[in-house]
């Protein structure tokens, strides 16, 4: 097979774009120094970031032909490798590899990426940053991609702490308000404890299969179960990959960063912390899917873990005032979904989820910050209302996102999570303790989608309309909004379940990369689902969806009084509620105070006047004992000089000394 | 030409002594000059290196003197070497030094002259301490390149300058006092002071005299890390020492700690060194850790940034004991990765500092919205440090970590919360230094950084870089000298299994069959 090399220029025009738009931004700070003007190199910016995303975007689409034109069992391009590190016993080889799964992700994250790219230049106009914000924006694709192509972990590593720096980059992008930068810093943080976590797995890893090369680590995971008395470390090294996993996508307990994260600007909400980033966790499962498979244990795991997290995240959002605060807390709770389809084992189902949901919630993400940009910066939904007359295209493509969030039948998100709530079901045993919780989060999932809905474009405006106009934005952030739209309605034909009489194309796509996980987790008897479950299912799935919409819209369709309501039926729940289950207040109280308090004390008791306290108590005393060496402090060189002769006349006594004996 | 490169710098001094008091511009350009040339040789020397030869190359060796001793004189050569272990911090010492000369520009305005004449016989001392292939030569040039820095610290430094001298002049003397006893005892005993020879015959030694002169010499090197628990004369070290001062003593000065550990303790004792291993590892990871709290706890920015340099010492230590192959190549990558992350760190907490003559955190804030260059500077240096992937950090850091989870995954697992707590600390300084909005009216007309300033950081951004993205280039000319060592330190491993009759401690990767592994 020959090297496609071609694909090393799917990372790095993103790359050559960043670094282009880093050098633009420092030429509008000169020319704003100069009182010159700066549109002419901000528009510049803008079209070299959207190039650098619609090339790779292409190229992406060519390696899908590519493939497709392959028979399964071959598809897979790989270019050339880089060697990264090389230490005799210890070698690190990168290439970019295309298979089925990292072409959807391609997609996705240049597609998607792309239509946030062109929505952003619409929305950030008028940002002192602007060309550093697609400076940051592209680097951010770069790293994704980077993240996404790495056949090596550790070259996934690379871009995995890339897009976590773009992330603290973009986060904490308005700087000068102060908590954006702590938010970007807290993300940055609370991510490398998942890292620490990743890079121990791939020692493990590393010890037992002498290589981070992934496909050569997934072909030998059979024969090392085989042996067996290995399982127990390939076990840890996926636990702690998992924990990684947890930091990057935001699971229990470390998603404590990402309602934080949405102090960045809106683009970056819906790009990174939606569609792409914090699901790159998911990816790296099914990239692994041998090594995850080989312990279900481990599986039952991640689902109680995900489940536990889309419940806690679900419930949260119900009572957010703040309307990106509803999306960040629903993102947590649907990358819970993703979670839960690999613990059963769906792989594809949960790819399928992270697809339909990078369509629906960038799509809803962007509708807010349309909203956001027409209200002036305001995110409070209690000051809202009535929007629907003021941004129709907002709010028609707003109700397709929140539609297909809820789980409305027929539309992308309905199939996507009836899919990993079917195999969680067929699976049967504790796995069903997770369905419920499942279908319970579904239920909550519509209800606050609704509220979302009801509370922002219903009822009363409930802002100073003399001082307030709200405004549709330009086509420039509408028309990728329609797009998108599009998709989160109709990307539900990818994954029809296999009750109806279409192919799953997503399943059959993905097949070649699953089939190993399968082998390992399920050998012969997949677990399978009458028809009439089936049936019965996608039907419970659709009553649920509309009966908590109908329930969610109507109570608030007319205005915040049932949230005032909620709150004075029982005030604490409800403050608990608004604070994510007061598990960032436990960190900051039972993690961070702590661990700042032992570096005080270690700082002044330990440090300053137990180590430094003996090293000068000895000094005292020496100094005590001989006052002379005070002149030396003094600086003279003669003095130096003098005792240097000294020293040397001691030495050479010593030596004959020692020379005669 | 190693003799050329030692003693330049010497030459310049001579020549900078001899101008008259007042000629500041002439004293700068002589001493750019000639560490501009020594690095032209230094770049040169690295380029012919040849990475696959373990031996010392360019040799020179002069007879020098010779010390009575039994049966007959011990001679003492002048001998000049460069190899694997060398060759990187002799190329980092010689690349900084003219950036070194160029950034005093900034901060030293009086007294420039001596200024001058310290730095370049500092160099000298450096650069012979690390191509000397005698150890009485080794010796002489380490007391050598200590007492400049006692200068720089005691003339040019802050206000608790002489506290911090005397306790970095006190903590010197007794390190070397311990190392000399070493080198007496050692060279007396085997009756040559020729460093290949020793490091060959030191194994006929019976293992209590191996044991006392390893200590004795890893006592010395510990207190120039520093690793714990001898690390307090540091903080306050650079904390009182010029912006120079402090990218030569973090840059090159504590390298020769660490490349001392790693000759003279590692590569000549290396079986006393594989029993003392887990006692450093430990210090090392321990050091990672206690160094980023006490880091975290500081109100003063640069001595931050000095804790910061215990914590990632911690590394270099933790790795070299490891005595795995990932591990020596990593902490050996890292020490240059220190030098170039530190001294870009300390060049810049310099420059803000020249311009707001303060150190404290609450002083700044916000810095980032009229400092934009400053801000890119200081972000690229944090990261560099925070061991992101790309840039040099990280290749050091994982390696070692590597390495260390191969001979102890306790230690490793210890050292890697560092990867955590030292994007706290980093994270924290630039938060607090670079964003939220201005508080101080003296921060808003802060001047960006001007051409020299960048300038003279470029060289190290672009080396960041590239070690970062290219390491094997780096590696590949430290290869064949530390393997030997790795090869010597695997045999003693596999002797002392067999004798105890286990299993293999170090785990070898399960066979597999009919898979190929690349």
Request: hydrophobic fraction near 55%.
């Amino acid at each position: 097979m020959p090297y496609e090399n071609w694909l090393w220029w799917i990372p790095a025009l993103p790359f050559i774009g960043a670094i282009g738009c880093g050098a633009l931004h420092f030429v509008t700070l000169s020319a704003r120094r100069q009182g010159r003007e700066e549109s002419a190199v901000t528009r510049a910016a803008a079209m070299l970031a959207c190039a650098a995303v619609a090339i790779p975007f292409i190229f992406s689409l060519q390696a899908f032909n590519k493939l497709k034109g392959l028979s399964p069992a071959e598809r897979v391009l790989e270019s050339g490798a880089w060697d990264w590190i090389d230490t005799g016993s210890f070698a690190i080889d990168v290439s970019m590899v295309v298979d089925p799964l990292s072409s959807i992700m391609l997609l996705v994250v240049t597609g998607v990426g792309l239509l946030i790219h062109i929505y952003a230049t619409g929305y950030m106009k008028g940002d002192p940053g602007y060309a550093k914000f697609f400076a940051y924006l592209n680097l951010f694709v770069a790293a994704m991609l980077m993240l996404v192509l790495s056949s090596n972990l550790l070259g996934m590593f690379i871009g995995w702490e890339g897009v976590g720096l773009c992330s603290y980059l973009l986060i904490g992008f308005w700087f000068e308000k102060g908590w954006p930068a702590e938010a970007g810093q807290k993300a940055f943080v609370t991510n490398r404890i998942g890292d620490a976590c990743f890079i121990i797995g791939s020692f493990l890893l590393v010890r037992l299969f002498g290589t981070l090369d992934m496909s050569d680590i997934g072909a030998a995971v059979p024969a090392l179960l085989e042996d067996g008395s290995r399982s127990f470390q390939l076990f840890l090294a996926a636990l702690l990959l998992f924990g990684g996993a947890c930091g990057k996508s935001a699971q229990l307990p470390l998603f404590v960063w990402l309602p934080d994260a949405m102090a960045g600007p809106t683009p970056v909400s819906a790009l990174i912390h939606a569609a792409t980033m914090v699901t790159s966790g998911v990816y790296l499962v099914v990239r692994l899917n041998p090594v995850f498979a080989a312990s279900e244990g481990l599986l039952l795991f991640i689902g109680i873990i995900a489940a536990a997290t889309a419940l806690i995240a679900g419930t949260s959002a119900l009572a957010q005032r703040d309307l990106k605060g509803v999306l960040a807390y629903s993102t947590v709770s649907q990358l819970g979904y993703m979670f839960l389809g690999l613990a059963a084992g769906a792989w594809a189902s949960a790819i399928f989820h992270l697809v339909t949901h990078a369509f629906f919630k960038a799509l809803l993400f962007l509708g807010a910050g349309s909203v956001i940009h027409g209200m002036h910066e305001e995110q409070d939904m209690h000051k809202m209302g009535g929007l629907r007359r003021h941004m129709p295209r907002t709010y028609i493509t707003f109700l397709a996102g929140a539609a297909a969030l809820s789980g409305l039948p027929v539309l992308s998100g309905y199939f996507s999570k009836d899919e990993i709530l079917a195999m969680n079901f067929a699976q049967g045993g504790l796995h069903l303790g997770l369905w419920v919780v499942g279908v319970a989060t579904a239920a909550i999932t519509a209800f606050y989608t609704w509220r979302m809905v009801g509370l922002t474009f219903f009822g009363d405006e409930r802002f100073d309309t003399s001082k307030v106009h709200p405004h549709e934005s330009p086509s420039t952030m509408t028309i990728p909004l329609v797009i998108l739209a599009l998709l989160a309605v109709g990307g539900g034909v990818f994954g029809l379940p296999p009750v109806l009489p279409f192919t799953h194309i997503f399943e059959q796509w993905l097949a070649p990369v699953t089939a190993p996980g399968d082998a390992i987790l399920f050998g012969d008897n997949r677990p399978h689902l009458s028809h009439a479950a089936e049936w019965a299912l996608l039907a419970l799935g659709a009553f649920i969806a509309l009966f908590f919409s109908h329930k969610g819209f109507h109570a608030y369709k007319h205005g915040k009084k049932f949230d005032e309501v909620l709150a004075a039926k029982n005030e604490a729940i409800y403050a608990k509620l608004q604070d994510g289950w007061g598990i960032d207040s436990g960190f900051k109280l039972w993690l961070l105070q702590p661990l700042r308090l032992v570096s005080f004390v270690i700082a002044v008791i330990v440090d300053q006047f137990t180590i430094d306290g003996a090293v000068n108590g000895s000094a005292n005393l020496a100094k005590a004992c001989g006052s002379k060496l005070r002149s030396l402090t003094d600086g003279g060189v003669s003095n130096y000089g003098l005792w240097m002769g000294a020293g040397a006349t001691v030495l050479a006594l010593i030596w004959i000394s020692g020379g005669a004996a | 030409m190693l003799t050329a490169m030692t003693f330049l710098p010497l030459v310049g001094a001579i020549l900078i002594a001899l101008t008259p008091g007042g000629a500041e511009a002439l004293q700068r350009m002589l001493a750019l000059l000639f560490t501009v040339v020594v690095a032209g040789l230094g770049i040169t020397l690295y380029l012919g290196f040849d990475g696959s030869n373990p031996a010392a190359q360019q040799l020179v060796e002069h007879a020098w003197f010779s010390l009575p001793g039994t049966p007959h004189d011990i001679p003492v050569y002048f001998k000049l070497g460069v190899d694997g272990i060398s060759i990187l911090l002799v190329a980092l010492t010689a690349v900084l030094m003219p950036l070194v000369v160029l950034s005093t520009k900034g901060h030293i305005n009086k007294r420039v002259k001596e200024f001058m004449i310290w730095l370049l016989l500092m160099e000298t001392g450096m650069l012979g301490v690390f191509l000397s292939m005698d150890l009485i030569l080794f010796y002489f040039f380490w007391e050598l390149s200590l007492i400049p820095l006692y200068f720089i610290l005691g003339i040019w430094g802050g206000e608790r300058r002489i506290y911090a001298t005397t306790k970095f002049f006190l903590y010197t003397v007794a390190g070397s006092l311990l190392m000399m006893l070493g080198v007496i005892w050692l060279t007396w005993t085997l009756g040559t002071s020729d460093i290949t020879e020793l490091t060959g015959a030191t194994a006929q030694l019976p293992g209590a005299t191996q044991a006392w002169i390893f200590a004795s010499f890893a006592l010395g090197f510990s207190i120039k890390v520093p690793v714990l628990p001898f690390h307090t004369w540091l903080a306050d070290a650079h904390t009182e020492a010029p912006t120079s001062g402090s990218v030569v003593l973090a840059g090159v000065l504590l390298k020769m700690g660490t490349y001392g550990l790693l000759r003279f303790g590692i590569g000549m004792f290396p079986e006393v060194a594989l029993s003392a291993a887990p006692l450093f590892m430990g210090l090392g990871a321990i050091g990672i850790v206690y160094g980023a709290f006490l880091a975290w706890a500081q109100t003063d920015i640069k001595r931050l940034v000095a804790c910061s340099s215990v914590s990632h010492l911690g590394f270099v230590v933790m790795g070299l004991f490891a005595m795995t192959q990932e591990g020596l190549r990593g902490s050996v990558i890292q020490m240059v990765n220190h030098g170039l992350s530190t001294g870009l760190l300390f060049l810049l907490v310099g420059m803000i500092y020249e311009r707001r003559h303060t150190r404290d955190f609450e002083q700044y804030g916000g810095i980032a919205s009229v400092m934009p260059i400053y801000a890119f500077f200081f972000v690229f240096a944090m990261l560099s440090s925070v061991g992101l992937p790309f840039l040099n950090g990280f290749v050091g850091e994982y390696l070692i970590l590597l390495g260390t989870f191969k001979a102890s995954p306790l230690w490793a697992c210890v050292g890697v919360t560092g990867v955590i707590f030292g994007a706290v600390y980093l994270l924290m300084a630039t938060r607090k230094l670079l964003f939220g909005p201005i508080t101080v009216a003296a921060n808003r007309k802060l001047q960006d950084l001007n051409g020299r300033e960048v300038g003279l950081m470029i060289p190290l951004v672009l080396l960041c870089l590239w070690i970062g993205v290219r390491p094997n280039y780096f590696m590949d000319k430290t290869g064949a000298s530390i393997d030997q060592i790795v090869e010597r330190v695997d045999n003693l491993r596999e002797a002392r299994i067999e004798a105890m009759g286990s299993v293999p401690v170090l785990p070898t990767p399960v066979e597999l069959d009919g898979v190929k592994l690349r």
